[in-house]
């Protein structure tokens, strides 16, 4: 349950049964699992079935069928895919279209939540190649379907290990922004439908969920590991935010972006092009810590999880602007969650301000 501000202290009271962001240790908890213990040994749909357990009746032991039965319910919605909506950002467009979705607080109403982002990201991805959207096949699982939709082939089993590996690692990272704006609609008892809807838009920010396309950038820009140094100078001394690199919460290296790194290497193992890209981004990496610690000693600056995750969805042939869509993907099952929980405590988030204006004249 989330407090408001106690006193004038500012101090926010929040308690979670979800995940525990521990930025000292650097170690992320979901529902009692560490993140070595979820990602890469367990499904999407799994994890997700960890983060719904006792917020829902009528939970399934296994959501593989109802989450791909929602994903054939939500395709009816891509028929308002028009050319304006094709022609905005793929966040945009993904928003868009799951905001056509009734609100409620029930199961089947979660997992149409659930099963939007996805199927809406890769008809949306398609339509802006210029290819027809394509509709979900029952048969599969959420990650395998989610890159036969997008790329109008079947994945490989490597393929969808990766993917699922990445929608696991990012499914819940404790209070962050756009999860605290899920938990703030929800706690007007609006819907989930309203409280996915305020996720969608925090993430859509640079400062969110943002980053990982303009890693890619960065990556290209380099070109190779010799340009690294001289290139990441070059963007400090001007001024610029290095992409990848540092975060809020953690204070030495984020637990997601090594987790996202050991998908990638086992991969790689048997991929002929993946092993220079991971080699060149391990070297881009190094010189931008080097440079971070030289230039920035009194500050933890540390790899986070967008520059791993740039790697791993360009690795599974996502285009740079729908990454963030992709993250979506994935978070979508904790913003649920969260709004269940926020719900289930039964209190309106409303923080206490401190006004810092002007004072008006006695009379």
């Not at 521990?22 to 170690?27: E, N, P, S, T």
């Not at 908890?29 to 829902?56: M, N, Y």
């Not at 399934?60 to 028929?79: G, H, I, K």
């Not at 740039?310 to 729908?322: N, S, Y």
């Amino acid at each position: 349950m989330i407090e408001g501000i106690d006193g004038l202290e500012g101090v926010v009271a929040a308690e979670t049964v979800l995940s525990e962001v521990d930025g000292a240790a650097g170690r992320l908890v979901i529902r009692g699992r560490s993140l070595d213990q979820l990602s890469g040994h367990t499904s999407f749909e799994a994890a997700t079935h960890l983060l719904f357990d006792g917020f829902f009746d009528g939970l399934p032991a296994d959501l593989t069928q109802p989450l791909a039965d929602a994903r054939s319910e939500v395709f009816s919605e891509v028929r308002a895919l028009d050319a304006e909506l094709v022609a905005r950002t793929p966040m945009e467009a993904m928003r868009a279209l799951t905001a056509r979705l009734a609100d409620g607080d029930d199961l089947a109403t979660a997992l149409r939540l659930v099963a939007a982002p996805a199927v809406f990201t890769a008809a949306v991805t398609r339509a802006q190649a210029g290819h027809a959207p394509l509709a979900p096949d029952t048969a599969l699982g959420h990650a395998a379907d989610i890159l036969r939709m997008t790329r109008g082939t079947a994945p490989t089993a490597a393929e969808v290990a990766l993917l699922d590996a990445y929608l696991v690692t990012v499914c819940d990272h404790g209070l962050n922004a756009s999860t605290f704006a899920a938990r703030v609609v929800a706690s007007t008892r609006a819907g989930l439908t309203s409280a996915v809807l305020a996720g969608i838009s925090a993430l859509k920010g640079p400062l969110h969920g943002g980053a990982p396309g303009p890693v890619i950038d960065m990556l290209d820009a380099i070109g190779s590991p010799d340009n690294a140094r001289a290139w990441i100078e070059a963007e400090l001394d001007c001024g610029e935010r290095l992409m990848g690199f540092g975060h809020r919460v953690y204070r030495v290296r984020d637990p997601r972006a090594d987790a996202l790194k050991r998908a990638i290497k086992a991969m790689a193992d048997g991929s002929n092009a993946l092993p220079g890209r991971l080699a060149f981004a391990e070297a881009v990496e190094q010189a931008a810590l080097q440079i971070l610690k030289e230039r920035k000693p009194n500050r933890s600056l540390q790899t986070n999880v967008e520059f791993y995750t740039a790697l791993l969805l360009e690795a599974l042939a996502f285009p740079p602007p729908a990454f963030t869509c992709v993250f979506a993907i994935g978070r979508v099952s904790g913003w649920i969650a969260h709004a269940r929980e926020q719900v289930a405590g039964g209190r309106l988030i409303r923080p206490q301000s401190r006004y810092v204006g002007p004072t008006p004249l006695a009379a």
